[in-house]
């Protein structure tokens, strides 16, 4: 079975700020791992991946992760964050491979961007 | 391309009444579908998932049910709500090729409250 740890419920950082919202997993076996935004009452959207490869990743819109096998984390950075990036942010995992695998998410990091 | 609804996307329900969700996928065949709910400080719960029609597996015995009656219908049901099934409901699907096989994609979600 996989976990994740989400270790900040809320990040409150100032507009034009670094920030980095951090993820730890446990699992005994190779995993892909995946975080989501959400918007107030929205759905999730998928944000960025990792499945295999650089162990850098990065979406459209600024933001990165980076896997790190031996410290188990994923955690996701934006070097400037802007008013539109205040979300909740999921991080997830699931076992590597094509079989009918359930993801697990961490509980949520609501990131609030203050002006 | 693939397409997720979910609906209502509000209900406002008093206690004891029962409950339908619905939601359907398009573009797509044979997905698996998920149901979620999310509750204010607990993440995200996975209540039930379905790998095909009529295949139903339940994470966390309660007090709803879920039935998949056609490949790209899921159905989220209660016969007698509680005060405690108030949350966000959402609806998820993934795939069974490249590139959806690797992450879900999330409905819109319905804010429940039951009163």
């Known amino acids: 079975a996989q976990s994740v740890t989400q270790l900040d419920s809320q990040v409150p950082v100032f507009e034009e700020a670094p920030v980095e919202l951090r993820c730890n997993y446990s699992?005994?076996?190779?995993?892909?791992l995946f975080w989501y935004v959400q918007y107030p009452n929205q759905g999730l959207q998928l944000l960025l991946k990792?499945?295999?490869?650089?162990?850098l990743v990065e979406s459209i819109n600024g933001f990165e992760a980076e896997f790190n096998k031996s410290q188990t984390s994923f955690h996701l950075r934006k070097p400037s964050v802007h008013i539109s990036d205040t979300a909740e942010y999921f991080c997830?995992?699931?076992?590597?491979?094509?079989?009918?695998?359930?993801?697990?998410f961490g509980k949520g990091t609501k990131l609030s961007v203050i002006p | 391309s693939q397409t997720i609804h979910q609906w209502p996307a509000t209900l406002v329900q008093p206690v004891g009444s029962p409950l339908s969700l619905e939601c359907t996928v398009e573009?797509?065949?044979?997905?698996?579908l998920y149901w979620y709910r999310q509750a204010a400080g607990r993440g995200l719960q996975l209540l039930f998932y379905?790998?095909?029609?009529?295949?139903i597996s339940s994470e966390v015995p309660q007090n709803l049910s879920a039935s998949r009656p056609q490949d790209r219908q899921f159905i989220l049901s209660s016969k007698k709500l509680l005060l405690s099934d108030s949350g966000f409901y959402l609806c998820?699907?993934?795939?069974?090729?490249?590139?959806?096989?690797?992450?879900?994609?999330f409905g819109s979600g319905t804010r429940l409250t039951v009163v």
């Open positions: 998820a699907w993934r795939g069974r090729q490249v590139p959806s096989l690797y992450g879900y994609t």
């Open positions: 699992s005994s076996v190779s995993v892909y």
């Open positions: 990792y499945l295999s490869g650089s162990t």
């Open positions: 997830a995992v699931r076992p590597s491979g094509a079989g009918s695998y359930q993801l697990t």
């Open positions: 573009g797509t065949s044979n997905p698996n």
């Open positions: 379905s790998v095909g029609i009529g295949q």
